[in-house]
T-cell receptor
Framework: GAGVSQSPSNKVTEKGKDVELRCDPI?????LYWYRQRLGQGLEFLIY????????KSGLPSDRFSAERTGESVSTLTIQRTQQEDSAVYLC???????????????FGPGTRLTVL | AQKVTQAQTEISVVEKEDVTLDCVYE???????LFWYKQPPSGELVFLIR??????QNEISGRYSWNFQKSTSSFNFTITASQVVDSAVYFC????????????FGTGTRLKVLA
């Protein structure tokens, strides 16, 4: 079956421009996560969706960052007025979530490498 | 506070050596889940194992083994007879059952296996 896909795979933009990053999770996965990984660093949590709602937005670095999810499927991460420090790989992951018990591994996409010049 | 610490930033071993990657976690929850992921040079994270807090039984899968000890809040990962293909960054992660379903990742350990 298809895994998590992300587009574009690479994005080069100029400082001050807006960018949209897309994530297509595995079909049926209700949970979707966005992470940022700077070069040589660990994963920095950005935001999590359960269905179409985002119960935890605590990781968004600033109000320039926003995300939405529709149809319990595709999610878009938008960065407005990009800055050079936004340069990183943005990873998306999805998982099955059982509300009462259990926990499932996240399946990661290949990431979008964002370069802000 | 929830936290995952991977104190080893980088480890280099010679092929066929055994190597252990350390992971120490912090949580006040009694029910939680621990994970290990591998990130090879290609970049895509690969799930290796999940362990819940009620199951302290160690697990072995081929050359991989995991040692979960609640008494020391550790979930260490050992690769036996390492191979060059094991070279990657390995991440330990924690998910608790209170609050939201956020996963907390450690900063990763870069393993280099030299031929």
């Amino acid at each position: 079956g298809a895994g998590v896909s992300q587009s574009p795979s690479n994005k080069v933009t100029e400082k001050g421009k807006d960018v949209e990053l897309r994530c297509d999770p595995i079909s049926g996965h209700t949970a979707l996560y966005w992470y940022r990984q700077r070069l040589g660093q660990g994963l920095e949590f950005l935001i999590y969706f359960q269905g179409n709602s985002a119960p935890d937005k605590s990781g968004l670095p600033s109000d320039r960052f926003s995300a939405e999810r529709t149809g319990e499927s595709v999610s878009t991460l938008t960065i407005q007025r990009t800055q050079q420090e936004d340069s990183a790989v943005y990873l998306c992951a999805s998982s099955l979530v059982f509300l009462t018990s259990g926990s499932h591994e996240q399946f990661f996409g290949p990431g979008t490498r964002l370069t802000v010049l | 506070a929830q936290k995952v610490t991977q104190a080893q930033t980088e480890i280099s071993v010679v092929e066929k050596e055994d190597v252990t990657l350390d992971c120490v976690y912090e949580t006040r929850d009694t029910t939680y889940y621990l994970f290990w992921y591998k990130q090879p040079p290609s970049g895509e994270l690969v799930f290796l194992i999940r362990r819940n807090s009620f199951d302290e039984q160690n697990e072995i899968s081929g050359r991989y083994s995991w040692n979960f000890q609640k008494s020391t809040s550790s979930f260490n990962f050992t690769i036996t007879a390492s191979q060059v293909v094991d070279s990657a960054v390995y991440f330990c992660a924690l998910r608790t059952t209170s609050g939201t379903y956020k996963y907390i990742f450690g900063t990763g350990t870069r393993l280099k296996v030299l031929a």
